[in-house]
């Protein structure tokens, strides 16, 4: 019998859970190419589990390739193992020093619930609103073409060799008089670039946090910055994110709660997504935000605001930013062209007090000296020319259409018991399924109707809700839209069913005891 044991009451859905422990045994030796394993239905008893459980679990490992099923005789660890390395106990090692076992190497041991494992090996058919991100079909590449040579042509020589670590000097004058223009303006000595936004939480968290030190996150929230600090050791305190899905509930962070937290704990950082919060698409309101920062200043806790989709507001109009509003000098923002623009760049910045920029310059140095010069170089063209105000104009009327097309198919096709968010703009909303439901399990339904989304277990540091996912629809065109949500509750309609089939067996069977 195999060394397999499941947590129930976990928030890991069951079938993550046999396929990470069947994996690890795979990895580990403990099964080597050609072993059988046993039948779905056999398993699914010897662990008290329902058969579904079982085949899901099977069906991402043979995905992955690591076992095979052959009809009439059974399924076994595949020698193939689609390319993937598997660990062997290590030979006795020789008296000349024999092999190194580099995993026994390793600092810590990560799991792979990253959410960009769900990227892994997507038919290219598929429709996934996995990701937010542009559209690339939308990229403007012949203007784009444009300002590179034009920055090669002009100071090629200059761009390719080593740069300042505060960043390109016409990219910091061209961000300066953007912040200038949104009423937000910023002196040189505020004013940080980097490799993205991801790149400026990992700074803020080495500049910032020692391990054991506590950060107020959104919970749910943005999944990468969870990352980031967990790999720091550092504790993540999650605030709720409210949906604005109950009876007279406010949208965006739960702020007494934040208050609660913060009397309770010495935080060193708050983060926070006021705009477009990833992943619920819900906007703090004007109010909110004041007493965050009121009470931020209170707890002398500086609050670090991701800035990274404000920009993609809808037809409506749009809040002023955390950082318009302090006034005890408490915000650091990050932005990044991610977004806006082009992901592939990596190039982002950081706005804060001088004293904070001058720490995150040193930190920077010793991580990567200093951001892609060519990139910089070419996106100041594309700032300075009005390119990117140009072309944030058309993808705020494109997503926009996207989004209306997303509400207006999950209204049409989804059962009443489903409740989604309403953005006013961004490029995700948040989508709570009935009770009882696991997205995670959905997920393996609705793969096969060639359908991918991400389930809300990667975006939670506390408390996660097995019943929620995000849908990333700025990528996605609008045809594709109205197929992909009329799948999605097609196949969500047809588990119900099923759940309420098995609920009348269950009654109708029942004997009354006198």
Same mark, same amino acid.
């Given at each position: 019998?195999?060394?397999?044991?499941?947590?129930?009451?976990?928030?890991?859905?069951?079938?993550?859970?046999?396929?990470?422990?069947?994996?690890?045994?795979?990895?580990?030796?403990?099964?080597?190419?050609?072993?059988?394993?046993?039948?779905?239905?056999?398993?699914?008893?010897?662990?008290?589990?329902?058969?579904?459980?079982?085949?899901?679990?099977?069906?991402?490992?043979?995905?992955?390739?690591?076992?095979?099923?052959?009809?009439?005789?059974?399924?076994?660890?595949?020698?193939?193992?689609?390319?993937?390395?598997?660990?062997?106990?290590?030979?006795?090692?020789?008296?000349?020093?024999?092999?190194?076992?580099?995993?026994?190497?390793?600092?810590?041991?990560?799991?792979?619930?990253?959410?960009?494992?769900?990227?892994?090996?997507?038919?290219?058919?598929?429709?996934?609103?996995?990701?937010?991100?542009?559209?690339?079909?939308?990229?403007?590449?012949?203007?784009?073409?444009?300002?590179?040579?034009?920055?090669?042509?002009?100071?090629?020589?200059?761009?390719?060799?080593?740069?300042?670590?505060?960043?390109?000097?016409?990219?910091?004058?061209?961000?300066?008089?953007?912040?200038?223009?949104?009423?937000?303006?910023?002196?040189?000595?505020?004013?940080?670039?980097?490799?993205?936004?991801?790149?400026?939480?990992?700074?803020?968290?080495?500049?910032?946090?020692?391990?054991?030190?506590?950060?107020?996150?959104?919970?749910?929230?943005?999944?990468?910055?969870?990352?980031?600090?967990?790999?720091?050791?550092?504790?993540?305190?999650?605030?709720?994110?409210?949906?604005?899905?109950?009876?007279?509930?406010?949208?965006?962070?739960?702020?007494?709660?934040?208050?609660?937290?913060?009397?309770?704990?010495?935080?060193?950082?708050?983060?926070?997504?006021?705009?477009?919060?990833?992943?619920?698409?819900?906007?703090?309101?004007?109010?909110?935000?004041?007493?965050?920062?009121?009470?931020?200043?209170?707890?002398?806790?500086?609050?670090?605001?991701?800035?990274?989709?404000?920009?993609?507001?809808?037809?409506?109009?749009?809040?002023?930013?955390?950082?318009?509003?302090?006034?005890?000098?408490?915000?650091?923002?990050?932005?990044?062209?991610?977004?806006?623009?082009?992901?592939?760049?990596?190039?982002?910045?950081?706005?804060?007090?001088?004293?904070?920029?001058?720490?995150?310059?040193?930190?920077?140095?010793?991580?990567?000296?200093?951001?892609?010069?060519? +990139?910089? $170089?070419? *996106? /100041? %063209?594309?700032? @300075?020319?009005? !390119?990117?105000? &140009?072309?944030?104009?058309?993808? #705020?009327?494109?997503?926009?259409?996207?989004?209306?097309?997303?509400?207006?198919?999950?209204?049409?096709?989804?059962?009443?018991?489903?409740?989604?968010?309403?953005?006013?703009?961004?490029?995700?909303?948040?989508?709570?399924?009935?009770?009882?439901?696991?997205?995670?399990?959905?997920?393996?339904?609705?793969?096969?109707?060639?359908?991918?989304?991400?389930?809300?277990?990667?975006?939670?540091?506390?408390?996660?809700?097995?019943?929620?996912?995000?849908?990333?629809?700025?990528?996605?065109?609008?045809?594709?839209?109205?197929? +992909?949500? $009329?799948? *999605? /509750? %097609?196949?969500? @309609?047809?588990? !119900?069913?099923? &759940?309420?089939?098995?609920?009348? #067996?269950?009654?109708?069977?029942?004997?009354?005891?006198?």
């Amino acid at each position: 019998m195999l060394p397999l044991q499941l947590q129930p009451e976990s928030h890991v859905p069951l079938y993550v859970q046999l396929r990470d422990q069947l994996r690890a045994l795979v990895h580990g030796g403990n099964l080597r190419p050609g072993d059988r394993i046993p039948a779905s239905r056999e398993l699914a008893s010897q662990l008290g589990v329902h058969r579904t459980t079982v085949a899901n679990a099977y069906a991402e490992l043979e995905s992955e390739g690591l076992i095979r099923g052959h009809v009439g005789r059974g399924t076994f660890i595949n020698a193939a193992n689609g390319g993937r390395k598997f660990t062997a106990p290590p030979p006795p090692a020789a008296e000349d020093g024999g092999s190194v076992r580099w995993e026994s190497l390793f600092a810590d041991e990560r799991a792979d619930g990253n959410l960009q494992r769900l990227t892994r090996a997507v038919p290219p058919d598929t429709i996934s609103f996995v990701m937010a991100r542009p559209d690339q079909k939308l990229f403007p590449l012949d203007e784009f073409h444009t300002c590179v040579n034009a920055v090669l042509s002009r100071e090629g020589a200059r761009i390719l060799q080593m740069g300042p670590s505060e960043g390109y000097p016409p990219l910091r004058e061209a961000l300066l008089e953007l912040l200038r223009q949104e009423g937000a303006p910023a002196a040189p000595e505020n004013l940080l670039i980097a490799d993205g936004c991801q790149q400026a939480l990992d700074l803020l968290a080495k500049a910032f946090l020692r391990p054991g030190d506590a950060v107020v996150l959104e919970d749910p929230g943005y999944s990468g910055a969870i990352s980031i600090f967990n790999d720091g050791r550092v504790r993540c305190l999650g605030v709720p994110v409210r949906t604005g899905l109950g009876e007279n509930e406010m949208p965006g962070l739960d702020v007494d709660a934040l208050e609660a937290t913060l009397s309770a704990n010495r935080v060193k950082l708050i983060v926070l997504t006021p705009d477009f919060q990833n992943p619920t698409g819900t906007t703090m309101p004007l109010e909110s935000r004041r007493r965050v920062l009121e009470i931020a200043a209170r707890h002398k806790a500086p609050v670090v605001e991701d800035h990274i989709y404000a920009r993609l507001h809808g037809r409506g109009g749009q809040l002023p930013s955390l950082r318009q509003l302090d006034r005890a000098d408490l915000v650091i923002q990050i932005d990044s062209f991610s977004k806006v623009a082009f992901p592939g760049l990596r190039v982002g910045w950081i706005v804060a007090p001088a004293s904070v920029i001058e720490r995150l310059r040193l930190v920077k140095q010793s991580s990567d000296l200093h951001s892609d010069q060519l +990139a910089q $170089a070419a *996106l /100041a %063209e594309f700032t @300075k020319r009005g !390119m990117l105000s &140009r072309h944030i104009a058309r993808m #705020r009327r494109v997503y926009a259409d996207r989004l209306a097309v997303v509400l207006h198919a999950l209204d049409r096709h989804m059962p009443r018991e489903v409740r989604w968010t309403t953005p006013q703009g961004g490029m995700c909303l948040w989508v709570e399924l009935p009770a009882g439901f696991d997205a995670s399990e959905l997920l393996i339904h609705v793969r096969e109707r060639g359908v991918d989304f991400a389930p809300g277990r990667y975006f939670y540091c506390q408390n996660p809700q097995p019943n929620t996912l995000r849908l990333g629809f700025s990528g996605v065109e609008e045809p594709q839209i109205r197929r +992909a949500i $009329a799948t *999605l /509750a %097609e196949v969500l @309609k047809s588990e !119900m069913r099923k &759940r309420q089939r098995i609920s009348r #067996r269950v009654e109708t069977g029942r004997v009354a005891l006198v």
